[in-house]
């Protein structure tokens, strides 16, 4: 068979697409596992490893969830994330935990894990006790709501970069578990993220976008 330069052209194109889809995968363990080295500040798609022969079980175990979390805050809820900050033994396995306590109804009141996104990991949440009001709402153009109300036992999975959010419909306190597909999912909590930045967004950019007087936008930046 004879290449011209235009097959030729072409085949380099499709070398280099599937190069860079490579390139945007995780990659594959290389060895058992890679405990996180205390104190050390090199990433490498995760922190720098431990000495395996210095790994003890200690490094792959947290304590702590079974610890009621103080919902004494405005939005009465308390999360607990148990990253590889927390738990060495995460490092470079591409998963995390974490537990949210809700506050119960009181005054009109109820706990809430307020509307947030998770830039790299979906989400799978399960209910441990109360009933919970969840949901997520998808990309533009649509952003339609998905949303369900939970009773212990109960499973839903929040995808990768929509935004979703928990709330307490009950009288009693609740709890659930959720897992995280990084070890660093990261989370971007809307309101914080737009009324609280440093430096704070102009007033007139966030009163265009919400459209209403930058008074209302001053009244919410004063709260973050």
């Given at each position: 068979?004879?290449?011209?330069?235009?097959?030729?052209?072409?085949?380099?194109?499709?070398?280099?697409?599937?190069?860079?889809?490579?390139?945007?995968?995780?990659?594959?363990?290389?060895q058992?596992?890679?405990?996180?080295?205390?104190?050390s500040?090199?990433?490498?798609?995760?922190?720098?490893?431990?000495d395996p022969?210095?790994?003890?079980?200690?490094?792959f175990?947290?304590?702590?969830?079974h610890?009621?979390?103080?919902t004494?805050?405005?939005?009465?809820?308390?999360?607990?994330?148990?990253?590889?900050?927390?738990?060495?033994?995460?490092?470079?396995?591409?998963?995390?935990?974490?537990?949210?306590?809700?506050?119960?109804?009181?005054?009109?009141?109820?706990g809430?894990?307020?509307?947030?996104?998770?830039?790299?990991?979906?989400?799978?949440?399960?209910?441990?006790?109360?009933?919970?009001?969840?949901?997520?709402?998808?990309?533009?153009?649509?952003?339609?709501?998905?949303?369900?109300?939970?009773?212990?036992?109960?499973?839903?999975?929040?995808?990768?970069?929509?935004?979703?959010?928990?709330?307490?419909?009950?009288?009693?306190?609740a709890?659930?578990?959720?897992?995280?597909?990084s070890?660093?999912?990261?989370?971007i909590?809307?309101?914080?993220?737009?009324?609280?930045?440093?430096?704070d967004?102009?007033?007139?950019?966030?009163?265009?976008?919400?459209?209403?007087?930058?008074?209302?936008?001053?009244?919410?930046?004063?709260?973050?």
């Amino acid at each position: 068979m004879v290449w011209d330069g235009g097959g030729k052209s072409l085949l380099l194109v499709g070398f280099s697409c599937l190069l860079l889809a490579f390139a945007a995968a995780d990659h594959s363990p290389l060895q058992d596992f890679c405990v996180a080295q205390a104190g050390s500040s090199v990433l490498v798609n995760g922190l720098a490893c431990k000495d395996p022969k210095m790994v003890q079980a200690n490094d792959f175990s947290f304590s702590g969830l079974h610890l009621l979390g103080s919902t004494s805050n405005p939005v009465g809820s308390k999360v607990t994330p148990v990253t590889v900050a927390k738990l060495p033994g995460l490092n470079t396995l591409g998963i995390s935990l974490t537990s949210i306590d809700y506050a119960p109804w009181v005054s009109r009141q109820w706990g809430i894990n307020p509307p947030h996104i998770h830039p790299r990991a979906s989400e799978i949440l399960v209910v441990q006790e109360g009933t919970l009001e969840v949901g997520f709402i998808t990309s533009n153009p649509g952003n339609r709501l998905v949303s369900k109300v939970l009773q212990k036992g109960d499973v839903f999975v929040f995808p990768q970069g929509l935004i979703h959010f928990q709330r307490n419909i009950g009288t009693g306190n609740a709890f659930a578990i959720a897992a995280l597909g990084s070890q660093n999912p990261g989370v971007i909590t809307i309101g914080n993220a737009v009324f609280g930045s440093s430096p704070d967004v102009s007033a007139d950019i966030l009163a265009g976008a919400f459209q209403v007087d930058q008074s209302v936008v001053n009244q919410i930046q004063s709260k973050f």
